[in-house]
């Protein structure tokens, strides 16, 4: 089982930015999917997650209606859409899949102007 994320980088508060997360290993379509956060000296952060077939979503409450989760199972994909990036959003981004307890290396996302 393998999940890799790209897509990070530095940005100014109030951009956005594009996170993805590669899956391999598994029956990517058969399991949920989510994604985490590490701020340095901060435990791990519940962000968004999403079921096998994309019909349910769920959102952490500093996150809502500004990150948007997605995926597609043709091509073994999640995705996090991110908005209106805050300074308080500078994390280590970990894509993660709950069932098999499989993490990511993580993406770093750093929000500063």
């Known amino acids: 089982v393998q999940v890799v994320e790209s897509g990070g980088g530095l940005v100014q508060p109030g951009g956005s930015l594009r996170l993805f997360c590669a899956a391999s290993?598994?029956?990517?379509?058969?399991?949920?999917m989510s994604w985490y956060r590490q701020a340095p000296g901060k435990g791990r952060e519940f962000v968004a997650s999403?079921?096998?077939?994309?019909?349910?979503?769920d959102y952490g409450d500093p996150v809502k209606g500004r990150f948007t989760i997605s995926r597609d199972n043709d091509k073994n994909t999640v995705n996090l859409q991110m908005n209106n990036l805050k300074p308080e959003d500078t994390a280590v981004y970990l894509c993660?899949?709950?069932?098999?307890?499989?993490w990511g290396q993580g993406t770093q996302v750093t929000v500063s102007s």
């Open positions: 993660n899949v709950p069932m098999l307890n499989s």
């Open positions: 999403i079921s096998s077939a994309s019909s349910i979503k």
């Open positions: 290993g598994f029956t990517f379509g058969n399991y949920g």
